[in-house]
């Protein structure tokens, strides 16, 4: 398996428990994701080191995600 499987089936796992947790409160009456911001500073800090780590950037990085490729063409 490689490195960003590696880094999806952990995405996916994370998720999923989020999910059991958030469904777990709601029950209680609690929403886990009350004041919860789109992104946290550690998802933007992984964004660019993982950006940094392949040499390209965070924009780069969000296309190639989606199956988009973009070469620049050195001056």
């Known amino acids: 398996m490689s490195l960003a ?13 989020h999910e059991d947790r958030k469904f777990m409160g709601a029950l209680k009456g609690i929403d886990i ?6 992104s946290t500073a550690f998802e933007e800090v992984k964004k660019r080191a993982e950006a940094k780590l392949r040499g390209m950037s965070e924009e780069q990085l ?4 989606v199956g988009i ?3 620049m ?3």
């Open 33 to 38: 994701d009350k004041g919860r911001g789109e």
């Open 73 to 75: 063409e050195d001056e």
């Open 62 to 65: 969000d296309l190639s995600e």
């Open 5 to 17: 499987e590696l880094n999806q089936v952990l995405d996916s796992s994370r998720k999923s428990k």
């Open 69 to 71: 490729s973009i070469e």
